[in-house]
């Protein structure tokens, strides 16, 4: 089984910065996508960013050219740095994983909040 724990959520000024970490474990299955959704109150869940075990990363029109993905494979940890935070990004960052082996599993969510 599968487990996801995420962590570096908060609260944060418009135009400061937040990193998010997502550590894997339980897979043994090195070919996966790692990544993170993202939900704001009153709206469905939207994709925002994910990257494949060979490195190749996605990210939505809404966050390309802040948002930086990353993954350390050794670790099985996928990171998120968001920079130029907008009040729109607040939102609730679900990380998944996905591989042919476990499907689409989710993190258990972290809130962020972009206020001054």
């Known amino acids: 089984q599968v487990q996801l724990v995420e962590s570096g959520g908060g609260l944060v000024q418009p135009g400061g910065s937040l990193r998010l970490s997502c550590a894997a474990s339980g897979s043994d299955d090195s070919t996966n996508s790692m990544g993170w959704y993202r939900q704001a109150p009153g709206n469905q869940r939207e994709f925002a960013a994910a990257?494949?075990?060979?490195?190749?990363?996605t990210y939505s029109n809404s966050v390309k050219g802040r948002f930086t993905i990353s993954r350390d494979n050794a670790r099985d940890t996928v990171y998120l740095q968001m920079s130029t935070l907008k009040p729109e990004d607040t939102a609730v960052y679900y990380c998944f994983f996905y591989s042919g082996t476990f499907g689409q599993l989710w993190g258990q969510g972290t809130q962020v909040t972009v206020s001054s």
């Open positions: 990257i494949t075990s060979e490195g190749t990363t």
